[in-house]
């Protein structure tokens, strides 16, 4: 009890959270904590004041969501599958908080052959739908609102007709502040736009006459074809970079 004789509120306060998460992931805010909670990442409970209160477990939970953003360059939703995984015990590699010890990039396994796994035309099916206003782009991706004016400037980002961006604008982003630790500036990366424009023109090309056609399941098929023939693309960008690497490096 207080002096006062009220009740004295159990738990963290955002800012303490805030506080905590700091020393290990200096470019965390409020309004990040506050973005991963409204996706579900996080759910703290609440004073009857409306206050909200952060436990131990809460805090662990952030610290896995923002390491594995920023270590493993892990989507959100990927990140919420293996929370909830772990939640329902399904991940047989979990310690107290329930949390994976060991995270998959881009949540899949290796490939049979020990190879790195290449993309298939489920990578490129559409999920529901994310819509990021500006603010909370920047928050999710960690850059400031000069990088998304450069990453907007050369074309890498793109807001969508109502002015909103996706789950995908996101990892762009952090892509290419990743990048820019090596001394590559988003103007650099302007040829992987144009790069990437003139293969999903050629995708269009190909995939027209099979939309135009008259029967009801064009659409569906005209859908499946574009995500093969994507999976295959850039299965084959994969592999040339690959081989370039390979000659530069001797391996």
């Known amino acids: 009890m207080t002096a006062a004789g009220r009740p004295q509120r159990e738990g963290l306060s955002i800012g303490a959270v805030l506080a905590q998460l700091r020393k290990d992931f200096p470019d965390v805010t409020i309004s990040k904590i506050r973005f991963l909670e409204s996706e579900g990442l996080v759910q703290p409970g609440r004073t009857p004041s409306g206050y909200r209160q952060f436990t131990a477990a809460d805090v662990e939970r952030l610290r896995f969501v923002l390491a594995a953003q920023r270590d493993h360059y892990l989507p959100l939703k990927v990140i919420k599958e293996q929370l909830d ?20 990039p881009l949540g899949r396994a290796d490939a049979d052959d020990g190879s790195s796994p290449m993309p298939t035309a489920d990578d490129f099916v559409t999920a529901h739908e994310t819509r990021l206003t500006q603010e909370q782009l920047v928050a999710e991706a960690g850059i400031d609102d000069a990088m998304l004016g450069e990453l907007q400037q050369y074309g890498l980002l793109r807001p969508g007709p109502a002015g909103f961006y996706d789950a995908d604008a996101v990892r762009i982003a952090r892509t290419v502040k990743a990048m820019t630790e090596f001394g590559i500036e988003p103007r650099h990366l302007r040829a992987f736009r144009a790069s990437a424009d003139r293969e999903v023109g050629l995708l269009e090309q190909i995939a027209a006459p099979v939309y135009r056609h008259p029967d009801a399941g064009a659409r569906e098929r005209g859908d499946e074809l574009v995500r093969e023939l994507a999976a295959l693309s850039v299965t084959l960008h994969t592999l040339l970079v690959k081989a370039g690497i390979r000659g530069m490096t001797g391996g």
């Open 85 to 104: 995984a772990a939640d329902r015990g399904a991940d047989p590699g979990v310690s107290s908080p329930r949390l994976p010890r060991k995270l998959v």
